[in-house]
């Protein structure tokens, strides 16, 4: 039987040897052995629940949210089906958008005027319409849907700005080499969280009662996934945000 050591697994995977671990004590992804010497060890079937955890995470799933999915989802074959299905139709939403995207760059390039029934395919945000009504209901789906459109796009822009503001804060702090339960981590944390609970029907939204869950998943996320430990300089900075939301969390949610 084939096995990978943590670090094999945490390379191949593309996440860290602590974010296993951590899996590992929240009862999410066991090792299937444990050397003598302490180390662990992953077989074929935890490197499949891997697999399945981080599809999960990309979805926007916390980590007490996917250890509900994977105790009620027995059957891996159906399950990773449904997740194959998913990732197809974000690879053709992700193409729409690149063709999308060349045709302005060209455009503007060679003076052309713009084919505005063009320049917006494949970003429709109703393409996660499933998988939200899926996880918190039709409701969940509908509320932010409304709240969502109803912005404008000026309101839109205000709200990426904010987003790309908060992760510049974070990113000069984290940096700075102050604490992550210290007043100005805690400033920020706070309204990262009251970014995020702005949302109607998400389930960071106050009247969700999954908040706290939430926050410190996503949190996780932040760690786990590389591409989201990127928008706040790399694993570091994102441990940094991970330790403040969680401290946030657990005092304020």
Same mark, same amino acid.
């Given at each position: 039987?084939?096995?990978?050591?943590?670090?094999?697994?945490?390379?191949?995977?593309?996440?860290?040897?602590?974010?296993?671990? &951590?899996?590992?004590?929240?009862?999410? #992804?066991?090792?299937?052995?444990?050397?003598?010497?302490?180390?662990? /060890? /992953?077989?074929?079937?935890?490197?499949?629940?891997?697999?399945?955890?981080?599809?999960?995470?990309?979805?926007? #799933?916390?980590?007490?949210?996917?250890?509900?999915?994977?105790?009620?989802? %027995?059957?891996?074959?159906?399950? #990773?089906?449904? &997740?194959?299905?998913?990732?197809? +139709?974000?690879?053709?939403?992700? @193409?729409? +958008?690149?063709?999308?995207?060349?045709?302005?760059?060209?455009?503007?390039?060679?003076?052309?005027?713009?084919?505005?029934?063009?320049?917006?395919?494949?970003?429709? &945000?109703?393409?996660?319409?499933?998988?939200?009504? +899926?996880?918190?209901?039709?409701? @969940?789906?509908?509320?932010?849907?409304?709240?969502?459109?109803?912005?404008? %796009?000026?309101?839109?822009?205000?709200?990426?700005?904010?987003?790309?503001?908060?992760?510049?804060?974070?990113?000069?702090? @984290?940096?700075?080499? %102050?604490?992550?339960?210290?007043?100005?981590? +805690?400033?920020?944390?706070?309204? &990262?969280?009251?970014?995020?609970?702005?949302?109607?029907?998400?389930?960071?939204?106050?009247?969700?009662?999954?908040?706290?869950? /939430?926050?410190?998943?996503?949190?996780?996320?932040?760690?786990?996934?590389?591409?989201? @430990?990127?928008?706040?300089?790399?694993?570091?900075?994102?441990?940094?945000?991970?330790?403040?939301?969680?401290? /946030?969390?657990?005092?304020?949610?």
């Amino acid at each position: 039987m084939t096995e990978w050591s943590i670090q094999q697994v945490a390379r191949l995977a593309g996440t860290t040897s602590r974010a296993l671990r &951590h899996y590992g004590a929240v009862g999410l #992804l066991a090792a299937s052995r444990v050397g003598a010497n302490g180390y662990r /060890y /992953y077989d074929d079937a935890a490197l499949v629940r891997l697999q399945r955890i981080l599809l999960l995470r990309d979805l926007g #799933l916390g980590l007490p949210q996917i250890a509900e999915v994977l105790a009620r989802d %027995d059957a891996e074959v159906p399950a #990773l089906r449904g &997740h194959l299905a998913w990732l197809r +139709q974000e690879q053709q939403r992700l @193409a729409r +958008q690149i063709a999308s995207v060349e045709s302005t760059i060209t455009a503007l390039r060679g003076g052309e005027g713009l084919m505005a029934e063009n320049m917006f395919d494949g970003f429709d &945000h109703t393409h996660y319409k499933h998988e939200v009504e +899926q996880r918190w209901g039709a409701s @969940a789906y509908a509320t932010s849907d409304t709240w969502w459109r109803g912005m404008g %796009d000026e309101g839109r822009a205000q709200w990426r700005q904010r987003s790309d503001e908060l992760a510049r804060d974070w990113v000069a702090l @984290a940096q700075s080499g %102050d604490v992550a339960d210290g007043e100005a981590a +805690q400033a920020i944390a706070r309204r &990262h969280v009251d970014w995020l609970t702005a949302i109607p029907g998400s389930p960071a939204s106050a009247e969700s009662g999954d908040a706290a869950d /939430y926050i410190i998943g996503l949190g996780e996320m932040y760690v786990a996934d590389p591409r989201f @430990a990127a928008n706040y300089g790399g694993a570091a900075g994102a441990e940094f945000v991970r330790d403040a939301l969680r401290a /946030y969390a657990q005092a304020n949610l």
